[in-house]
């Protein structure tokens, strides 16, 4: 999926909240699933697709980016163009028919896989920015997220005997990718990696397999977005990768497009 550079001040953004500080005993080895790595994993994503730790300030955020896939929304960066923010408001409707963004469904079907605004400006931006005040809609975006792109980003990392830090290199590239089978999507991705390095499930080792998967995505990237900032990759995966750090512990240090982050 998806979407790229956002500003931000530069400023380091330290955060340590209940539940993030480094665990011990079998805590240590805990996949991306617990609630301490999903934390984190909800804190990394939303520095690249947010500019904050601060995910949960984001179930309001809306803005065209530029980036061809029209109003980027909320929580894990929901487009207009790219289907999941149709289905993310139409099954937010059948549970709340008299919702505020209901009335938009027409328009965002009609813009479903373009970057056009017809039919939601003016009013669609700050629709939604109501509509996130309220708990059914955040809880709809958690939903949202975890369907498409957490938990199968988990199960399939899991199947492939990967660490945190593995399911959260799927996570990131479902988020960005998409999870399609094409060259540029997840699917691809995770095909051309595994012609380069086996899986640990296949008997591979798990570093020089993620390795090869950012490798492959950062190309990825590069095609989808030719110039566009690959931090994502190159300054915060690679990082914890080159580190060691496969079991994603904290403290956690990265930069995202020139910002430093700290994860304590």
Known sequence: MKRALLTALSVVVALAAAGCSSASGNEEAAGLASPAKKEIAQRIVASAENGTLDWRSAYGYIEDIDDGQGYTAGIIGFCTGTHDLLTLVEEYTEDHPNNG??????????????????????????????????????????????????????????????????????????????????????????????????????????????????????????????????????????????????DLDTPLEWEMYGMPYKVA
């Open 101 to 246: 963004l209901a009335r938009y469904l027409p328009a965002l079907r009609e813009v479903d896989g373009t970057d056009s605004h017809e039919g939601l400006d003016p009013g669609f931006r700050a629709a939604w920015k109501a509509e996130a005040k309220r708990p059914e809609f955040r809880a709809a975006q958690d939903a949202k997220r975890d369907e498409e792109y957490f938990d199968p980003a988990v199960r399939r990392g899991e199947r492939d005997g990967l660490s945190a830090l593995g399911q959260f290199i799927y996570y990131d590239a479902i988020v960005y990718h998409g999870p399609g089978d094409g060259p540029t999507s997840f699917g691809g991705i995770r095909a051309a990696a595994m012609r380069r390095a086996d899986t640990p499930a296949a008997g591979g080792d798990e570093e020089k397999y993620l390795a090869a998967f950012l490798d492959v995505r950062r190309e990825a990237m590069g095609e989808l977005h030719p110039g566009h900032d690959t931090s994502r990759v190159d300054t915060a995966q690679r990082r914890f990768l080159d580190a060691g750090n496969l």
